[in-house]
């Protein structure tokens, strides 16, 4: 439980791996941040892989799209997109803005590294207009939607 709440934004894949329809070690979260480690504590006692924003650097791009290939292994794969995952600065309309974020290429750069696999869904999540009026946030949210609808198509041709 989170504030209270058995099911809240934070808990999507806890939930998913408790119900038995994720499996954690083919799963990888790229960019997290924030100051309550505590709430990534599941993440790893479950087997999952994260990428913490702050490694991105240190790592680079190609190392953190590889490791995001070796984890999700040639099965079928589901891009969850977190629009909180770009820094607020770019993309301020979400309901947990933490500095520190993603640009909106290294995002893209990410995303475009996993050509080839077999992307069969994905989301964009946390987008919130009301909180942005430049609607920069709106249009980020739909290009990386864009972008997984392309890698899917791009998987069913190959």
Request: aromatic letters at 6%.
């Amino acid at each position: 439980q989170y504030e209270g709440a058995k099911f809240h934004h934070g808990g999507p894949l806890r939930q998913a791996v408790l119900e038995g329809v994720l499996d954690p070690e083919r799963t990888i979260q790229i960019g997290i941040r924030g100051p309550a480690e505590y709430l990534w504590e599941f993440s790893y006692d479950s087997g999952m892989t994260v990428i913490h924003a702050e490694e991105i650097d240190a790592m680079g791009l190609e190392a953190v799209i590889a490791k995001a290939r070796a984890v999700v292994g040639g099965g079928p794969v589901y891009v969850s997109f977190d629009v909180d995952s770009i820094d607020p600065g770019l993309a301020p309309g979400t309901g947990t803005p933490e500095v520190g974020g993603l640009s909106t290429r290294e995002a893209l750069a990410i995303l475009r590294g996993l050509q080839g696999l077999t992307i069969v869904g994905g989301d964009v999540v946390e987008v919130a207009p009301q909180y942005d009026a430049t609607t920069a946030t709106a249009q980020i949210g739909a290009q990386m939607l864009f972008e997984i609808l392309c890698l899917m198509a791009m998987g069913t041709s190959n």
